[in-house]
T-cell receptor
Framework: AQSVTQLDSQVPVFEEAPVELRCNYS??????LFWYVQYPNQGLQLLLK??????LVKGINGFEAEFNKSQTSFHLRKPSVHISDTAEYFC??????????????FGSGTRLLVRP | AAGVIQSPRHLIKEKRETATLKCYPI?????VYWYQQGPGQDPQFLIS???????DKGSIPDRFSAQQFSDYHSELNMSSLELGDSALYFC???????????????FGPGTRLLVL
């Protein structure tokens, strides 16, 4: 069965500093990978996704992620964070067509705390 | 752009009562997913529907049932509510007409259920 591990439960960082949120997955089949952001008391917003092709994917709000098949990782990065980036970030995997739907398996989340 | 609509946004119930959560997908999306997010936890997949048929089932209790109607909206019915059912319930939709693929899910704001 597939699983997602987010190694850091919380990442504190100063404003305008770079940040990397780590995500590793476990699957014996090809996967689709996603990063979602959840602001307090809100739903999940898609940041970016990897389906195939170029391993470096760019998303909204200046975020990007790199798919590394050999290390089974999909780390999220941003070169300069803002206070408004403070939120919970979830990495997720989908393994269709091995499953009968594109259901998402989520990691436990990483809280990004940006300090002034 | 139209987003996923969920109602109600907040719901308070007593133990052993029933609750019905509604989800209205993005127009022309044919797939609906339901997830449950407990306090401080990652979202867990419950059930999904494609073209009004159940397509996949996750860790959904037997006390819960769901369906997708002819207009593609979906309802999650929860009976004999327990304290442990208190959570944020997300609906997500996807579709091949969205400009993205069927694999990309768009989440609603969630329904926060509190069972007393």
């Amino acid at each position: 069965a597939q699983s997602v591990t987010q190694l850091d439960s919380q990442v504190p960082v100063f404003e305008e500093a770079p940040v990397e949120l780590r995500c590793n997955y476990s699957s014996s089949v090809s996967v689709y990978l996603f990063w979602y952001v959840q602001y307090p008391n809100q739903g999940l917003q898609l940041l970016l996704k990897y389906l195939s092709g170029s391993t470096l994917v760019k998303g909204i709000n200046g975020f990007e992620a790199e798919f590394n098949k050999s290390q089974t990782s999909f780390h999220l990065r941003k070169p300069s964070v803002h206070i408004s980036d403070t939120a919970e970030y979830f990495c997720a995997v989908s393994t269709w067509p091995m499953d009968s739907s594109y259901k998402l398996i989520f990691g436990s989340g990483t809280r990004l705390l940006v300090r002034p | 752009a139209a987003g996923v609509i969920q109602s109600p946004r907040h719901l308070i119930k007593e133990k052993r009562e029933t609750a019905t959560l509604k989800c209205y997908p993005i127009p022309r999306h044919d797939t609906v997913y339901w997830y449950q997010q407990g306090p401080g936890q990652d979202p867990q997949f419950l059930i999904s529907f494609y073209e009004k048929m159940q397509s996949d089932k996750g860790s959904i209790p037997d006390r819960f049932s769901a369906q997708q109607f002819s207009d593609y909206h979906s309802e999650l019915n929860m009976s004999s509510l327990e304290l442990g059912d208190s959570a944020l319930y997300f609906c997500a939709s996807s579709g091949t007409f969205s400009g993205q693929g069927e694999e990309t899910q768009y989440f609603g704001p969630g329904t926060r259920l509190l069972v007393l």
